[in-house]
C-alpha cells in the first residue's frame, strides 16, 4: 500500500515558537495532501487541502496565517504552526492522495505537539 | 453543509461477541469510506463501497452500503481484542476528493 511519512512525530516547544512538520508520499506522487487536526477522543478535523504548486485551501475557520501549509512538490507537504500557543496543543496528521475526486487518503502517522 | 454521523460512540464488548457501528450521511454519497484508528496510531484504510446496497467482506468484518447510499454498516463477528480501535466512516464532499469523516466509534474489547 501507498507510505506517507511525517517527521517529527512528537515536538515539544515553548509557547511563540514556530513549529514545522513535514509530510511525505514515499512511493506515489500525491497531487493533493490534507492536514487533519485531531483531538484526545474526537474525529479528524480537516485543516486544510493542499494541491501541489498552489495555495492551500483553508476550511472556515482555520487561520491560514497561523497554519502555513507549502506543497512544493508532488511528494512533500509541510505545515508551519506560526507562534504556537498551548491551545494549539494537538495531533496533526497529513494524508495524501492521487487522482481525481473520491480516491482514498493514505494517512501518516501524525504528529504530536505540545506548547508548552 | 454535508454531515456524517456515526452511532454509537462507545461501545464495549466482551471478546467473542459481535460488534456493530452504524454511519449516516446527510447527503447521498458516491462512495463510502471505512478507516481504522489504532489507539494512538493513525488512520488506516479499511474498504471503500460504491455501489448502492454492496456488501463486502473482510474475513470477520463485513461492510455494508445503503439503498439510498447515505449510510453504511461494519458488522465485526466474533470480536478479538486485536480490533480495539476506533472506526471512522467517510464521505467524499461534493467537489475534490476531500472527506468528511464521522465522529468515530470506539471499540473496547475485554479479554
Known amino acids: 500500500g501507498a507510505v506517507v511519512s511525517q517527521h517529527p512525530s512528537w515536538v515539544i516547544c515553548k509557547s511563540g515558537t514556530s513549529v514545522k512538520i513535514e509530510c511525505r508520499s514515499l512511493d506515489f506522487q500525491a497531487t493533493t495532501m490534507f492536514w487533519y487536526r485531531q483531538f484526545p477522543k474526537q474525529s479528524l478535523m480537516l485543516m486544510a487541502t493542499?494541491?501541489?504548486?498552489?495555495?492551500?485551501?483553508?476550511e472556515q475557520g482555520v487561520e491560514k496565517d497561523k497554519f502555513l501549509i507549502n506543497h512544493a512538490s508532488l511528494t512533500l507537504s509541510t505545515l508551519t504552526v506560526t507562534s504556537a500557543h498551548p491551545e494549539d496543543s494537538s495531533f496533526y496528521i497529513c494524508?495524501?492522495?492521487?487522482?481525481?475526486?473520491?480516491?482514498?487518503?493514505?494517512f501518516g502517522p501524525g504528529t504530536r505537539l505540545l506548547v508548552l | 453543509g454535508q454531515q456524517v454521523m456515526q452511532i454509537p460512540q462507545y461501545q464495549h464488548v466482551q471478546e467473542g461477541e459481535d460488534f456493530t457501528t452504524y454511519c449516516n450521511s446527510s447527503?447521498?454519497?458516491?462512495?463510502i469510506q471505512w478507516y481504522k484508528q489504532r489507539p494512538g496510531g493513525h488512520p488506516v484504510f479499511l474498504i471503500q463501497l460504491v455501489k448502492s446496497g454492496e456488501v463486502k467482506k473482510q474475513k470477520r468484518l463485513t461492510f455494508q452500503f445503503g439503498e439510498a447510499k447515505k449510510n453504511s454498516s461494519l458488522h465485526i463477528t466474533a470480536t478479538q481484542t486485536t480490533d480495539v480501535g476506533t472506526y471512522f466512516c467517510a464521505g467524499p464532499r461534493n467537489a475534490g476528493n476531500m472527506l468528511t469523516f464521522g465522529g468515530g466509534t470506539r471499540l473496547m474489547v475485554k479479554p
Open positions: 447527503t447521498t454519497l458516491s462512495n
Open positions: 494524508s495524501a492522495s492521487w487522482g481525481t475526486a473520491q480516491e482514498t487518503q493514505y
Open positions: 493542499s494541491n501541489e504548486g498552489s495555495k492551500a485551501t483553508y
